[in-house]
Every structure is written in C-alpha cells, then in structure tokens.
C-alpha cells in the first residue's frame, strides 16, 4: 500500500442489473486496491453475490461503471473473467463429482505433454504442492464425488489460487470450515495480499472481517452504502449501515409455560451422519441446535422427521413411536418441518403457493375422493392470510416470491396442519430483517400456544437469542446441553469444535 | 491384495471383457468352429465392428449427459446413399464413397447437436424426433427401392470379408476408431471437458468451460460415426432394404450402459462401450451353437443390461457406506 | 369465491386455458381436421373416422398411464415389448395351452402388471434410472415375447372376439365400441392425475422430487404404482392388438414406445416431469391418427408421415423456450413496474 496512486483492480460504480420485474442490483459500488483484503458486507438479498457473479463474467451487467486493472470490462461469460484474471470462490462449492480431485483442479488448463496430452503425474504433482500451501491432506486422485463439504470447499479455494489471478473474490469460503481451516485460508489469504493481490471477502462473520480485512464496503438493497478502513469503524456502525435504521428487537423471545415432554429422542444412530443422540422437548421450549455447517445438525432433524432412515434408537413423539423413514407418520403424529433448503427441499418452487400451501393437508381436504382446486385455495388462502403472505395472486408459482414470503409459505403449510412439534433448520437463513423478526415473533407466539420447537440455526445470535435451551452438536455427537442462562457464544463455540481436527481426505 | 481384487472388480471394462471370454471360451468348447475355423474366426471379430463404431460414437455423447436416439436411422439413410452413389456414378473411389458417408452423418450429428444445445432441450427428445424425421427422409428417398449386392462394386463388397494378417478390414477399422475416440476422451483437455460437462452441466457453465461447443462435437462426432457404420453395413451385409439400422440406436446405448458408460454422463469409458457391443454381438451369435434358440437373444440382452445397471448400483451403495465407516472412525481417532 | 384475502388466479380464465401448451396441440389437430376434411376426399367419410379410431386406440390406452409415468420425471421405453409379450401371451395360452380368451387375456394383462412392477422396482426402490432400466426391459419383454413363439403366428381366435374388437357402437357409424372403455379409462386417469390428492403428488414428485419427500408424498410407492399401471394398461393394449389383427407375434407393436412417447411429449408433456395435462397427449394422439390418416388418403407412404411426426415433435420442444425467450426479452423491453 505504500505505492501511491496506484490504479485500483476492480472499480464498479452506479452497476445496476434486473431480472425480469425484479431489481437486484439498483447502484452498486466497490473500489478495491491491490495488496488489500476488502470486505463487502451487506444483508442477505443487498445484491453481494449478483455483484460477484458480474465480476465474475456470470450475469451482464445492465448498465454502470466495471473497471478492472484500468480497462473498462463487459465479461460475457466466466472464462472471459477468469483469462482477465479474476479467481472467484461461490459460495457453494461447484465441483464435477465424477472426475478426481486434481482434475477439478486443473479443468480446461491440465498440464500437458509433448502431443497436446494431459500430463496427469505433474497435475497430481501440482495439486500436492497446492494442498501443502494450504496445509491440508487430500489425495488429488481420488473422486469428488462424496467428499464433505469442508474439502469440497477447500478444493475451490486450491482451485482459486492455482489460477495466479490478480483479483480474487471469495463469497462465504469459511461458512463449512473449521476453526484451524480457517486460520490457513487466512494466512494464504494475507500472503496473496503481500503479494500485490486484490482479495474481495464476503462473510457474515464479523469477527472473520476484522481480523482479516482492510477495508469494509457496504451494500443495502442493491445500492452502495459506504467504504471505510477497517481501522476506523466498528460492528455498532457497520450493522447500522447494514440495515439502514435502528435494529429494532430482533429476539422477540417471550418466556412461555414449559409443558410436558413432547419430543423424546433416544440413543439416535447413523454411520457417517450422528452417534447416540438422545434429547427431549417440552411444549412451550424452543430447544436450539448450534453447531459448525456438516456437524450433523440437519442429519438428526431430517432423521426425527422421518425423511432420512437410521441405524438403532427411538423416536417418540407425546408418547406414542413414531416409525422410522416415514414422514407421513411423523405429519400425523403432530410434527411439522421447515426445512434447511427452502427451494429444494421446503417448496415446490415451480408449483403455485396455493397448492404449497395445501399440499401437506389436501388429502383432509378431498371431498368423496375429490380434490378440487377450489377447496385448495381456500385453505391457502386462509393461511397465507394468517401469516400475512404477501404476493399477487395464490396461483403464482413460489418461485414469484421473495425469500422471506418463500419462508413464510413454507410456514403456513406446516401451520396448517397444527402441529405439536416445530422443527425449524435455519428458518430465517436468506431472508430480510423484517421479516426476520416476524418469523422469530411467530416461533415465540407458537412457543407461547404449546407448541414444542426445534430450531437449527448457523446463526449464533439467533440461537442464543431465541432458545430456552441450547444443544451443541460437534462431529455428529451431542457435546453439549447449555440453558438458556449459561448459553455464551464462547460456551456454544468451545462445544461446538472441541472435538475438531483437521485431518481430511485420505 | 484385497484392494487389488476390488480394483480389478471395479474396473468395469475389466470385468465386461472378462464375460466376454468366458462366452467365447464356452461356446467354443460346444463348437470349436465358433473360433477356430477361418470362418469362425472372422465373424467373431468382423460382426460386432459396426455395432462397435455405433457404441463408441453414443458413449461420446452419454458421457456429456446427452442421447442420440438417431443413430440408427442415420446409418439407414448413409447405408442407402453409399448404394445410390455406386449406382448412379459406378467407378466413383471407394475412400470418396466412405468419407461422403462420414460427412453426411456429420451433417445430419451437427443438426441435433445445435438444436439439443442452442434451444437448450433434451436430446432424448430431439433426437426421437430426428429418428423419425431421417428415416422418413430415407424412405421417402428409396420409396420401395433397395440396394442389392449386384448393385455394388465388387471389390466394395470384397472388404466386408477382407482380412489383414488374418484380422478382418472392419474390424480394424471399428479399433481404429476406437483408438482415436478413446485418446481423445481421455488425454485430451477437450475429451476431459466432455466428461466435466456431463458430470454437472450448470458447474461447467459456471466453470467457463465451452459447452455448447463440446455438446455439438460429441453429437457430430456420433453422427459420424453412424455415417462410417452405414458404409460399413452395406460393405457387410450387401443389401440396403428399408429396414437396415432399425432399432440398432437401443442396442448402442444398451452397449455403453454394459461397458458402465453412466446414463447421467461423467463417467465411462468408449472402452467399456466397445466391450460391450462386442459382448452383445457375441452372445447373440453363441446361443445358437449353445443350443438356446437365437429366438432368446433379446432376452439374454436386456438381462445382460438390467444385471449390469443394477451391479453398478450395489457397488456404488457399497462404496458410499465404506466412505461413511470411514468418516465415522477419522473422527474417533 | 368472494371471502377470500387473496387474489385466487393472476391471469384472467381465457388466458389461462388459451395460452397453454395443450390449447396450441388442440389448435393445430382442429386445424389439420378441418383442412383434411374440406381437401382431402374421403377424410370425413364414416369409415375413415372409423379407422382412424381403431389405428390410434394403442397409443390413446398406453399415453394414459405413460402421461403419468413422464409427469413424475421418469420414462418408460418397454411398453410396446409389454404389448408384444402380452400378445403373444394371448396367443400361447388360448391356442396352445387352451384357455379360454377370458383367462387368457386375464393373465396377460396380470402379466403385463408384473413386467410393469419390475420396471417401477427397480426404478422406484433400487434407485435406477428409469431410462436405462426400461431400455433394458424393452430388450428383454420382446425377447421373451419372441423366444415363447418365434416367428410363428397365432391366428386362430374366435370370431365373436375378434369382431369385439371391431364392433361399431352404432351399426355403420364412425364410433367403435372400443371408444367405451377407452373413455372410462380416460376418465379414470383424469381424476387420478387432475383430481385426487395422489395426482398432487405425482406433479409434486416431477417438480420438486425431495421438496415431495419431504412433505409426506411417498415418492418410491407414487413411481413404483405408475409404472405398474402402465404396465397393465400396455398388456391391455397388447390384448386389443392382437384381437383387432387376430394375430399373436412376437414382433406386435414393434417400435410402438417412440411413437407414444412422440404422442405425449407432442400433447406439451414436459420430459423433465411436473408439467403437462391429460388432454394434451389425448389430442396429440389424435394428431398424429389425424394426420397419418389424411396422409394416407392423399396417397403419401408412411415414409413422409414420419417426417411430419418428427417435425411436429421437434418444433413443439423447441417452441417453447424460444418463444419464453422472445416473451423475456419483450417483459425487459417494457417499462418496469413498481412493485
């Protein structure tokens, strides 16, 4: 940093990009130095990752300013972006599951031999010398396909450096890794910048951006906020930024009479997912679940409900077992689950809201055999109305909607079956503040009518905020049962990794 | 040693051209002639040749997550022009007749390769729709007219019989191709972008990598060798009647799934293909001489390709589960 | 429908029944029947109406269950093999082993369920693709319908069956008698796939296959019951062949399986799973009965049928995204909207 005037890598300014109705991009902005670490932050839906994928050659731009290393650019697809010089790192990993670990590496720039042949010896001497500098153990001939998300994550981040680029922009690389993981990507991450590099790094974590970063840029709804050094600001400031007026009460928690057990989960075990996992909830308690991404969280949810088998242990819900790998059960037993993967696995996005709505509950709705559309609506409609749904018409397919309704619709459609037991995984993950908190005053209210809950949540001030008790879950096992009171996040994130270690691959 | 064993069973085309012996050792401990007789010998290695070509060229467009159901039609149609060209301008070359027949079969490849990847529609779709239109091309082209041999140059026909040091012309041929498709697949960038492409598709885009451009050359590619295999057919059998290549598009893609080329693309090899074509070729050759009425021949084919998927299947859940034990005891230790 | 907090439907009821898929298929067969009957001598003579029918009933029966079978996202190659086998079934156990035509036909179509069972099986439950797995039954239910008889024919069946087959339902009327069941069958499906809360799961499983597990939709059993159903149905198909030609061989309805899936897919049933609607594949069967009919009267070969089938199939895939692509671009070109 100590060239003066030097020409800035990446220069946008005033970029906007819609698709169709939607804008997702109104004013975005972001100048970044060589030998900087920049930070861009913003909410989930504030237009980051459309910027990076402009950057990174995926979307066009509709108009604005796209500099880079001096030259105005218009990428019309990533390989442009990448021959320019730009690395990027999405947020999740895209690896081609059939082919070897080095190969991903190297894809379309294999090292080759005399006949324009794939040298496969030096790709996998390569790949070794890349994962030194990393400081992990991955064996670059075997295959993808099966590895965790972790490794996986780790490849992408081997694959971006091996590109030699001048910009590299990582969108959430550290969301899967752990603690000592992390550590190395930082300190590669610093020797690319002594280098003369320009890194942009998007994360949630603010602590990550502070021991890390330079400088700060944020993004709210599409538009350019403000660029500070990281040295003269702080979180209050930056969270104010963020989201553009006082945090009202996220954590909506009201205490509500705890009832009898609802939930009672014994000795759950799954080869490779969990081990011995036994917890109760009561009516009335939100039991949260933290625990890094891959720790086996979701695994234990999608067992419970049913929607995954498992090798030994019980289920019971108010008394009554509840049958392995079968979800209809679990529904007529009283459970409903808002799943992690609200596009994949919580929404048909391509069928309409209405029929979202009511597809949990339609075979109480056939009259004489019948199923008509009219009966559907008007059980959507009800609910949609209930959870003050926002959209144009309940014939418009969820995919119409934002992130926030999308959650909302997903509740109402496990709402509707009136439920005893709510597992929530991630119910707010991608979804706009106010919405946010609506959703955590409705799990409070649930709470407060009776209703156990179960709640997952990658965000550690969710959980703390939201849970009478805290379950930690490290590596598949349960290390820890915290209350409500005692729950620190040092207390959940010593849990959370004490069984931690970082050997990978094999 | 247990790993060696396991290699060994997972190396699919190991294993594929292992059936294959075993079927040709028995047959021919029920009838040496099936082998050793000079007949025997060159229909054992001539016969699967065109099916060969056929499998290598779908193995090509399998591996990057496409089908080419037209495969068989074009061969009709190149198998039917390789006739007229010899009637209509009896003395034209051979090599000229071939490289017209490559071209035609290029042409009409290049055709659902620009649809399936510019409009973005399935291949399994296009391509049925192809396979009627190319037939229906060469039907109303030949109307109730066929090739016969008399209608052929003798020293045309002379190489469906023609042998090298005891190896037929065809068959050299079909491993020639073989060779150049399977070096492609396998040391080039462009053959590994291939398998990139139908290992995930929205990755490779994501990637940069040149997808249209890979998709359109494997259906080319395919539709080229469908032209090589229609001259092949009417080298071989000497008579072109509406029905040559009918059907044949299923028996190829049943060849790659046997030699493990993965419906879903990514994964295989034309090596596995060929052994396949050349197991299906050779089982329906053997029965007879085993004594089970060639009648049956289909239904041997279609076990032979359920007994291979579902192979395929059991050792992936198998491998899945050693990898979960695996991760399982990583973190105890 | 006034108490409701919601708007129910965005696009006004014509919109939403004219500008379909299906809508443009049911346009293009009244079209071709309206040029067909003012230019084509004889087209709407009872008796062409009347073949035409009793041409298209395979493929009309077999598109039934098969519409559903591609709504969940997976294919079935081995229907015109299951019409083969349940043929020849037919044949061997009435002439052969001397049934009688009940039990024989019966047992075919119990048969025909049991070849339909192993493709949803091995589909549904091992976790195959339906592709690969119906390419290989396709092989091996011709097979085993070709080694039970070889090229030998079965021809000698009674008369009062054979002429079922035939029967008009008004004597010298265009209609046959085989219209009856074939429209309780419609029917039947219509509810199934359109009316009944299994329906919802079928679209849900071609849509969203995990978001469908995930709420309840007993994903493998909806695939497995599918493929069963088409299996049947196909044997059924196989019966009414072998009656309407009184001929049992082992090389019936050879090649049938393109041509119904061509049917379905033209009907603006997607090959992805979660879209389509059964009228679709109903007037693209027709279509083509409609077309290959006027055809053959204007003297064409079935050469040049295949060209137009073809044709029709290709353009009504390649329809569809670009003319999305041309509706996008128009939306970009308009003002935005303020929300």
Aim: charged fraction near 20%; hydrophobic fraction near 50%.
């Amino acid at each position: 940093m100590s060239e003066p005037a030097r020409e800035p890598v990446l220069v946008l300014d005033e970029v906007h990009k819609s698709f169709g109705a939607t804008a997702a991009l109104t004013s975005g902005g972001i100048t970044v130095e060589a030998g900087s670490i920049h930070a861009l932050v913003g909410e989930n839906g504030a237009g980051k990752s459309t910027m990076v994928k402009i950057v990174a050659g995926v979307h066009r731009r509709d108009g604005g300013v796209f500099r880079f290393q001096g030259d105005d650019v218009d990428f019309s697809s990533t390989a442009e972006a990448k021959a320019a010089g730009i690395a990027v790192i999405y947020q999740e990993p895209t690896l081609f599951p059939d082919l070897s670990v080095a190969e991903n590496l190297f894809m379309g720039r294999q090292p080759l031999k005399p006949g324009r042949r794939v040298d496969r010896a030096a790709m996998y001497e390569q790949s070794e010398v890349l994962f030194q500098r990393l400081g992990v153990h991955l064996d670059p001939r075997r295959i993808a396909r099966g590895l965790s998300i972790a490794d996986q994550q780790i490849i992408e981040i081997a694959k971006a450096i091996s590109l030699d680029a001048a910009l590299l922009v990582m969108d959430e690389p550290t969301a899967a890794l752990s603690g000592v993981e992390v550590d190395r990507l930082f300190a590669v991450a610093r020797g690319l910048r002594d280098e003369g590099r320009a890194l942009v790094f998007i994360s949630h974590r603010f602590e990550e951006i502070f021991a890390l970063c330079d400088t700060v840029t944020v993004l709210r709804d599409g538009a350019y906020v403000a660029t500070q050094a990281i040295a003269d600001t702080n979180r209050g400031e930056i969270v104010a930024q963020m989201v553009g007026r006082e945090v009202g009460e996220l954590f909506p928690k009201t205490p509500a009479p705890i009832g009898d057990t609802v939930l009672r989960v014994e000795r759950l075990n799954s080869t490779g997912a969990f081990h011995d996992v036994s917890f109760e909830v009561r009516a009335g308690e939100i039991v949260g679940i933290a625990g890094l991404v891959g720790a086996g969280r979701s695994e234990i949810a999608r067992a419970v409900f049913g929607v995954d088998g498992y090798d030994s242990g019980s289920v019971h819900l108010n008394g009554e077992a509840i049958p392995m790998r079968d979800p209809r059960a679990s529904i007529k037993a009283g459970m409903a689950f808002v799943p992690e993967d609200r596009r994949l696995q919580g929404l048909i996005t391509d069928g309409s809201i209405a029929r979202n709505i009511a597809s949990v509950i339609r075979r109480g709705l056939a009259k004489v055999g019948f199923l008509t559309s009219r009966s559907e609506l008007r059980a959507a409609d009800e609910w949609a109305a209930r959870l003050h749904v926002k959209t144009h018409a309940l014939d418009m397919p969820a995919t119409t909607m934002s992130g926030g309704n999308q959650q909302k619709t997903v509740l109402a459609k496990w709402l509707a079956t009136e439920p005893s037991l709510l597992i929530v995984d991630e119910p707010t993950r991608g979804i706009d503040v106010g919405t946010k908190a609506e959703v955590h005053r409705l799990l409070s209210d649930l709470a407060g009518q009776g209703i156990a809950i179960v709640m997952i949540s990658s965000e550690l001030s969710e959980v703390l905020g939201m849970a009478d008790r805290v379950l930690v879950v490290c590596e598949g096992r349960i290390t820890a049962d915290i209350d409500r009171d005692q729950a620190t996040p040092e207390a959940v994130m010593r849990a959370a990794t004490q069984l931690h270690h970082t050997e990978a691959g094999a | 040693m247990k790993n060696a064993v396991s290699d060994l069973l997972r190396s699919r085309e190991l294993a594929v051209a292992l059936v294959l012996i075993a079927a040709v050792v028995l047959t021919a401990l029920k009838s040496e002639s099936f082998v050793f007789s000079a007949d025997g010998w060159r229909n054992l290695l001539v016969t699967p040749s065109m099916l060969v070509i056929l499998a290598v060229g779908q193995a090509a467009v399998i591996v990057t997550r496409n089908v080419d159901l037209s495969v068989g039609s074009v061969l009709g149609l190149t198998a039917y022009m390789t006739g007229r060209i010899f009637i209509e301008a009896p003395g034209t070359p051979i090599i000229a007749v071939v490289l017209a027949a490559i071209g035609l079969g290029a042409v009409l490849g290049l055709v659902n390769g620009v649809i399936v990847a510019v409009a973005k529609v399935p291949a399994l779709v296009i391509t049925l729709g192809t396979l009627y239109i190319y037939r229906g091309v060469f039907l109303t082209w030949a109307g109730s007219d066929r090739i016969n041999a008399s209608d052929l140059p003798d020293d045309f026909l002379a190489l469906g019989n023609k042998q090298i040091a005891s190896i037929p012309v065809l068959s050299i041929v079909a491993l020639l191709v073989l060779i150049a498709v399977g070096y492609y697949l396998y040391s080039t960038r462009g053959g590994r972008e291939m398998y990139a492409i139908g290992s995930d598709p929205d990755a490779a885009r994501l990637y940069g990598l040149p997808v249209t451009r890979r998709v359109i050359g494997a259906f080319v590619l395919s539709g080229a060798l469908a032209g090589l295999a229609g001259v092949v057919y009417a080298a071989r059998y000497g008579t072109v009647s509406s029905g040559a290549g009918l059907g044949i598009e299923l028996e190829a893609v049943g060849a790659a799934v046997i030699g493990g080329v993965a419906i879903f693309g990514g994964s295989g090899t034309v090596w596995g293909a060929a052994i396949g074509a050349a197991l299906l070729v050779t089982i329906n050759r053997a029965l007879p001489v085993v004594g089970i009425s060639d009648f049956w021949q289909r239904a041997v084919v279609g076990g032979l390709i359920l007994a291979a998927i579902v192979l395929d299947r059991v050792l992936a859940l198998h491998r899945e589960r050693r990898l979960s034990i695996e991760r399982d005891t990583r973190s105890l230790a | 429908m006034t108490s409701l907090n919601f708007r129910a439907h965005a696009r006004p009821a014509w919109r939403r029944l004219l500008f379909t898929r299906e809508a443009a298929v049911i346009a293009i067969l009244a079209a071709v029947l309206l040029y067909a009957n003012l230019a084509v001598s004889n087209f709407d003579s009872p008796l062409t109406m009347y073949y035409l029918f009793l041409d298209v009933t395979p493929l009309l029966l077999i598109a039934l269950p098969l519409t559903m079978v591609i709504v969940t996202g997976e294919i079935d190659l081995s229907v015109a093999s299951v019409v083969g086998l349940s043929s020849v079934l037919v044949g061997v156990l009435y002439a052969h082993a001397g049934m009688p035509m009940w039990t024989a036909a019966l047992t075919a179509i119990a048969v025909g369920a049991v070849c339909g069972s192993l493709n949803g099986f091995l589909v549904a439950y091992v976790g195959l693709p339906s592709l690969a797995v119906t390419i290989g039954t396709l092989a091996l239910y011709r097979g085993v319908a070709i080694g039970l008889l070889g090229t030998e024919a079965v021809t000698d069946f009674p008369e009062t069956w054979t002429d079922l087959a035939k029967t008009r339902i008004v004597e010298g009327g265009s209609l046959p008698l085989v219209l009856v069941p074939i429209a309780v069958l419609a029917a039947a499906t219509a509810w199934l796939l359109h009316f009944s809360p299994f329906g919802r799961g079928v679209y849900e499983v071609g849509l969203g296959r995990e978001a469908a597990h995930f709420t309840g939709v007993n994903v493998e059993r909806t695939k497995f019951l599918l493929f069963v159903l088409t299996g049947a149905v196909s044997a059924l198909a196989g019966v009414y062949f072998t009656l309407r030609y009184g001929s049992a061989r082992g090389d019936n309805a050879y090649g049938l399986e393109l041509q119904v899936i061509a049917a379905v897919l033209l009907g603006g049933v997607s090959i992805f799973g979660g879209r389509g609607a059964l009228h679709g594949p109903i007037a693209g069967v027709l279509l083509i009965g409609a077309v290959s009919s006027a055809m053959r009267l204007e003297g064409q070969t079935v050469n040049a049928i295949n060209i137009v089938i073809g044709v029709l199939l290709v353009a009504s895939v390649v329809a569809t995204p670009v003319l999305n692509r041309v509706a996008a671009e128009r939306a970009a070109r308009k003002p935005k909207r303020k929300e």
